[in-house]
């Protein structure tokens, strides 16, 4: 059964950097795409950065482009996302999620997310 | 990158349909067959139930279907059953790794 499993979260000051991490099992890493979504408390689902299958391709959200960068080690069935430069605005629960392709490209599997909290 | 606009909330009746409507620009939700539907229930993680607009994912009821017209697309849940009561999202693919996804929508089963 594919999952996934984020770590790394934490409370930080703004203006600081944390790394999140995500483990992925359960299915052949190197054969999907990968991206992070966020959810701020009480709000709705926000897609973050995606990645393709080699690490090319990466996208970014607006909101956090020039300060955050995913990446991923296929060696070590890992995702993960820099992020710099943090806001009080990107407190947020972070999620992984795995990037299918069919027609189109479509997140079908999904952890449990890592909280995130950015305060002074 | 705007969001998608869905209702704040639908209701309905067990045994019910309830159709939930999400619309987008020309960018995305017209651009692509690429719209997805996820269920967020309280404290877990969002579930696959709608992907390329009108595909459901093995082990998802038949009660959920998915379709588009235009820049409009549409999750209708028929038979409502109590375990449908949750947040619903739409996500459409924007090109070069890129989503964006609707404000959510709460279903509430009365």
């Known amino acids: 059964e594919a999952q996934l499993v984020e770590s790394g979260g934490g409370v930080v000051r703004p203006g600081g950097s944390l790394r999140l991490s995500c483990a992925a099992s359960g299915f052949t890493f190197d054969g999907y795409g990968m991206s992070w979504v966020r959810q701020a408390p009480g709000k709705g689902l926000e897609w973050v950065s995606g990645?393709?299958?080699?690490?090319?391709?990466?996208g970014y959200a607006d909101s956090v482009k020039g300060r955050f960068t995913i990446s991923r080690d296929n060696a070590k069935n890992s995702l993960y996302l820099q992020m710099n430069s943090l806001r009080v605005e990107d407190t947020a629960l972070y999620h992984c999620a795995r990037v299918a392709f069919d027609a189109y490209y479509y997140m079908d599997v999904w952890g449990k997310g890592t909280s995130v909290t950015v305060s002074s | 990158q705007s969001a998608l606009t869905q209702p704040r909330s639908v209701s309905g009746s067990p045994g019910q349909s309830v159709t939930i409507s999400c619309t987008g620009t020309?960018?995305?939700?017209?651009?692509?067959?690429?719209v997805s539907w996820y269920q967020q229930h309280p404290g877990k993680a969002p579930k696959l139930m709608i992907y390329d607009v009108t595909k459901r994912p093995s082990g998802v009821p038949a009660r959920f279907s998915g379709s588009k017209s235009g820049h409009t697309a549409s999750l209708t849940i028929s038979g409502l059953q109590a375990e449908d009561e949750a947040d619903y999202y739409c996500c459409s693919y924007t090109g070069t790794y890129t989503w964006v996804f609707g404000g959510g929508t709460k279903l509430t089963v009365l």
């Open positions: 020309s960018s995305d939700v017209g651009g692509y067959n690429s």
């Open positions: 990645i393709n299958w080699n690490g090319g391709s990466p």
